[in-house]
C-alpha cells in the first residue's frame, strides 16, 4: 500500500509519550509499505531529524508552524482565536503550505489510505478526497484540556481554557464522525468519544512499549529512591511533579528522611529547581538521551498525573523495565493492569504518599510488583503485536472502502 502519514510533530528522537508512539507506528508500517510522511516543526533546527525518518519512509517533509517561533504571532493567533468557533489547536496546525504538500502527494503518489495522527490535523481530512481516512487519537483531546481547566488554581488560566474545551469538545465531536475509522488508545476513550458522537467508528489501538529496550538489568540499585522520567515542558507532567513536590515528597521523606527523588525531564519549572537547591536529596537530572540507567537505578517509580487522557507512555516503559510504580488512577487509566498486583494506584496524596512509603520499605513487595508489572507489558503491550493490529485494520478499511465502489 501507499500510505500517506500526516502527524503534528516530527516524531524523532522517540523521548516522549505522543512521539514514542508515532515513530513506532510509523516505522512498522514502512517496512511493510511505502510510507510518504508529512509533520510539522517548531523552528529550523528540528530539520536535523528529519533524515532520521528519510531513513525508512518513502519521503518525508515537513512545515514549521508560524506560532512556534514568533511570540508575537502567538499572542495575535491567541487573541484572534477569541472571534473563531474553532479552538486553538485547530487553527494553529491548518497552514496553506501543508494544504500543498497534502495535495501534491496525493496527486503524484497513487496514495490508499491517509493516516491522520491526532485530532488537530483533522480539518485537512477533505484533501484526501475519496481515499479512506483514518484518525488515531493519542487521548481524547477535549477530555484532557477539561481535566487540565478543573485542576487550575489560576483564574484567568481556567477562563481560557475552559472556553477553548467548549470549542475543542464541539470540533471533537464533529470530526471523529467524518473519518472513516478512529482509533484510541484505550476501552475508556472509546467509550467517551462513542458518547460525545454515536456516529463515529472507533476501534481500540492500545499503546504499546519496546519491551526489548525497556528491559530491567538490577544494576546499582538505590534502595530508598523515586524516580519521575516526562518532560515539563508539557503541561499535565508539570502539573504532576507540583502536584507531587508540594503534596506528597514531604510527607514521604518525613517517614524516611534520606529517601532520595531523582527527577529526569527537560525544562524543570523553577519550583523544582529551588526544591533541589534547598534539599540534599533531590537530583534535578533534566534531559537525558537514555533514561533507562535512571530508572533501572530507583526504588520506585513515581508518576502522580492529575489530568491527561489515554494511556500513559511513561507508565508502560516503567512496568516494561520491571519498576514498581506508584501512580494515581489518571495515571493507570487505559491499561489492563491490577491495582496492588501490577502497580499501586492512589489519588489521594496521603495515600499515595503512604503506598510509596510501603514499598520503600519492603523491596521483596516492590520486586513482585515490578515483575508483575513486566510480565503484563510482554504479554500484551509490546509494539510489534501492536504494528501488526494496525496493520490489519489499514488493510480491512481498504478493502472495504474498494468493495462499497
Known amino acids: 500500500m501507499n500510505i500517506l502519514f500526516i502527524s503534528t510533530e516530527n516524531p524523532y528522537p522517540p523521548d516522549h509519550g505522543h512521539h514514542i508512539r508515532t515513530y513506532n507506528i510509523l516505522r512498522y508500517l514502512a517496512k511493510r509499505h511505502s510510507v510518504y510522511f508529512l509533520s510539522f516543526i517548531k523552528n529550523e533546527g528540528e530539520l536535523r531529524y528529519l533524515a532520521e525518518i ?6 518525508a517533509d515537513v512545515c514549521i508552524l508560524p506560532d512556534e517561533i514568533s511570540k508575537w504571532r502567538f499572542y ?34 497513487g496514495i490508499d489510505i491517509v493516516h491522520f495522527d491526532m485530532l488537530p490535523l483533522a480539518r485537512y481530512r477533505k484533501e484526501a ?17 477539561k481535566r487540565l481547566t478543573e485542576n487550575s488554581r489560576n483564574t484567568l488560566f481556567k477562563l481560557f481554557m475552559y472556553y477553548q474545551y467548549i470549542k475543542l469538545s464541539a470540533f471533537e465531536k464533529k470530526e471523529v464522525s467524518r473519518f472513516d475509522l478512529c482509533t484510541a488508545v484505550s476501552d475508556e476513550d472509546v467509550n467517551i468519544l462513542k458518547k460525545m458522537s454515536s456516529k463515529a467508528k472507533i476501534i481500540v489501538i492500545p499503546n504499546g512499549v519496546d519491551t526489548s529496550y525497556f ?27 507540583e502536584f507531587f513536590c508540594s503534596e506528597i515528597f514531604p510527607l514521604i521523606q518525613a517517614e524516611i528522611p534520606d529517601v532520595e527523588l531523582t527527577v529526569v525531564g527537560k525544562s524543570p519549572p523553577k519550583r523544582l529547581l529551588d526544591l533541589e537547591k534547598g534539599n540534599k536529596n533531590v537530583k534535578v ?45 489518571i495515571g ?10 501490577h502497580l499501586l494506584i492512589a489519588d489521594d496524596p496521603v495515600l499515595f504518599a503512604k503506598k510509596t512509603i510501603e514499598l520503600l520499605r519492603d523491596p521483596e513487595r ?38 462499497k465502489r
Request: proline share 3%; charged share 30%; with cysteine.
Open 366 to 403: 516492590a520486586a513482585k510488583i515490578g515483575e508483575n508489572g513486566r510480565r503484563r507489558m510482554c504479554d500484551e503491550y509490546d509494539w510489534e503485536s501492536i504494528g501488526q493490529r494496525m496493520d490489519e485494520v489499514y488493510h480491512g478499511l481498504v478493502r472495504s472502502k474498494i468493495g
Open 129 to 145: 478526497k475519496t481515499i479512506p481516512t483514518i484518525l488515531v487519537e493519542h487521548n481524547v483531546e477535549s477530555l484532557r484540556v
Open 54 to 59: 528519510e531513513k525508512f519512509c518513502k519521503s
Open 215 to 241: 528491559a530491567p538489568k538490577g544494576e546499582n540499585r538505590i534502595e530508598r529512591s523515586m524516580i519521575w522520567v516526562g518532560s515539563m515542558a508539557d503541561v499535565y507532567n508539570r502539573e504532576a511533579m
Open 76 to 109: 495575535l493567533s491567541i487573541l484572534s482565536n477569541f472571534f473563531s468557533p474553532l479552538p486553538y489547536v485547530a487553527e494553529k496546525y491548518y497552514q496553506r503550505s501543508m494544504k500543498e504538500k497534502i495535495r501534491q502527494v496525493v496527486e503524484r503518489n
Open 285 to 329: 537530572v533534566g534531559y537525558v538521551n537514555d533514561v533507562r540507567p535512571y530508572i533501572d537505578a530507583a526504588a520506585v517509580y513515581v508518576a502522580p498525573m492529575k489530568s491527561g487522557s489515554g494511556t500513559k507512555l511513561k507508565v508502560l516503559n516503567a512496568l516494561s523495565m520491571a519498576k514498581a510504580v506508584v501512580t494515581t488512577s
Open 332 to 341: 493507570a487509566e487505559g491499561i489492563h493492569v491490577k491495582d496492588n498486583e
